[in-house]
């Protein structure tokens, strides 16, 4: 058996084993009316209560959900599709404008010394600010919640890339930068001849850092301002105690970053440089 084929068994095995063991651990939050006064009974506390539930549970409202993922029915009661094309929607609108930004101030920050030390400063103290903080001064200049959820994936998108883009063109070798010079190139034909195709492993590097962090950013951001998205789904199924849609939400959620995360991967794969 070869290692790919050993890999995907233990992989199956592994998921049925998490099943059985999430059926084990997790009750179905039925309440037994042994014992219980006809008060309670009639007050409905025999009812199953909230509850983890487990993956058979999950399963079934997954089938459920994605066989009709598209419905509309109003604001509070659209489908997992829709919800995460909303959301899908605007991680690409912030990722796409850091690109515009990230990759030109990355190369100028690679190619020059100056701007590098000038620019430092900056980066390092706006670098470590969580995207969500600034969420209520985009509200309060932007004025709606859509673009600034936006401008927060866009925020926390640009630093992985800059900080790779400008790493990738500084780490190129000295003896290329040195032949583009006896050819007599100028700064732009040498940025995209010469160091756009030694720079570009580590650009996708930070591409997929940054759609990484942009996932996880727009859950927390359409938490925070409602509407519609992914984000509003888990915390709109919270408040109507509905864990299994939640637990449901989660596994969508990774799933979706998975798919995103491999996109990346795969287009950078017709990239490939060698020396």
Partial sequence: MTEKNKAILLSISLFFLLIIVGEIVTGNGDRSKANMTEYEILMGMGEPEAHVPGPIEVGKLAIKELSHPFYDNGPNDKGIGLQLLYSIGRVMAGFFLAVIVALPVGFLIGMSPVFYKALQPYIQILKPVSPLAWMPLALFVIKDSIMSSVFVIFICSIWPMLINTAFG????????????????????????????????????????????????VIVAAEMLVGGTGIGYYVWNEWNNLDLTSVVFSILMIGFVGMVLDSLIAYTSGFFNYQE
């Fill in 169 to 216: 063109v500084m780490t190129v070798k000295k003896d290329w930068i040195n032949v583009s010079k006896t050819l007599e190139m100028g700064s732009l034909e040498t940025a995209i001849k010469i160091l756009l195709p030694a720079a570009l492993p580590t650009i996708f590097t930070g591409l997929r850092i940054s759609m990484g962090i942009s996932w996880l």
